[in-house]
């Protein structure tokens, strides 16, 4: 049965330097995983946990991917204004 309400803990080791590293707290042997970690199968590398899938879950693999092409994005603008 799907569960889309499933809760993660994510922790923010360093919120002043780093407000985009997000790390989840896998819910069974309480491990630090990076979205890289579980993009591809949502499954935890440590104790190979199934992760459910939820809109937290969601957004944190998904954060990363939209911040890489945010900057992307930007720094092709700033560039076509330079010319
Ligand atoms: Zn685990």
Not at 2 to 26: D, G, M, T
Not at 64 to 79: C, D, F, G, I, K
């Amino acid at each position: 049965m799907k569960n889309l309400n499933a809760k993660y803990h994510f922790l923010r080791p360093n919120p002043e330097l780093l407000p985009e590293a997000r790390y989840l707290i896998c819910p069974k042997c309480k491990e630090m995983l990076a979205p890289a970690d579980i993009e591809s199968f949502a499954t935890c590398p440590f104790c190979n946990t199934h992760l459910e899938y939820s809109n937290d879950l969601e957004d944190f693999i998904l954060a990363p991917l939209v911040a890489q092409w945010m900057n992307s994005t930007s720094a092709l603008a700033a560039r076509m204004r330079i010319h």
